[in-house]
């Protein structure tokens, strides 16, 4: 699909992981996960900076990144090409997005979650979401994933150890 009808506006959704969800959710129709080839990035228009795609690997450190965002890119990277999950800063918008990777591949639905966090020194809330996507119709092969956030002027939360995370993100995959 290739009909940027298909992707909400923010005039008909103004959260950023509805309109991705709902997206994913067309996409799918009535099969348990759309495929990579279904993605249209020029669909999403603006939001596809706010966007990863990883392609699985076992061990889950080892999942590559096939397309990062412009807002998703960490500042310390020229170029995304071929990196790796095991290459993402802790203190980046994308590694703050996969941290529930490991719930998203065990219950096989997408998975949105909420919080503060640090972000390059700064304390900020934000929302990720992480969807599933197969290529065979039952493995999950791929998964799209999107995140936003906003600089808030006082911590109000207790930001999550930098050591939680990438205990996430390094198990085996089932």
């Known amino acids: 699909m290739s009909d940027s009808r298909t992707y909400l506006s923010e005039a008909e959704e103004r959260r ?3 309109r991705l969800l709902e997206y994913w959710q067309v996409l799918r129709g009535a099969r348990d996960f759309p495929r990579l080839a279904d993605i249209n990035f020029n669909d999403m228009g603006h939001d596809s900076a706010s966007c990863a795609v990883l392609t699985l690997a076992d061990p889950l450190d080892e999942t590559g990144l096939v397309h990062v965002g412009l807002r998703l890119k960490p500042e310390e990277w020229e170029t995304t090409d071929q990196r790796r999950l095991s290459e993402v800063p ?13 719930t998203t591949l065990q219950k096989r639905v ?32 791929h998964v799209l994933g999107g995140i936003n956030y906003k600089v808030v002027r006082e911590p109000v939360f207790r930001d999550t150890p930098r050591s939680a995370p990438r205990v996430a993100i ?5």
Not at 94 to 99: A, C, I, K, Q, S
Not at 170 to 174: L, N, P, W, Y
């Open 90 to 102: 802790p203190d980046s918008l994308l590694f703050h997005m996969v941290t529930h990777l490991q």
């Open 110 to 141: 997408p998975v949105s979650m909420g919080g503060g966090f640090t972000l390059y020194g700064k304390p900020v809330l934000g929302r990720s979401i992480l969807l599933p996507l197969s290529d065979d119709g039952e493995t999950i092969s």
């Open 16 to 18: 950023f992981v509805l």
């Open 170 to 174: 390094t198990g085996r995959m089932r």
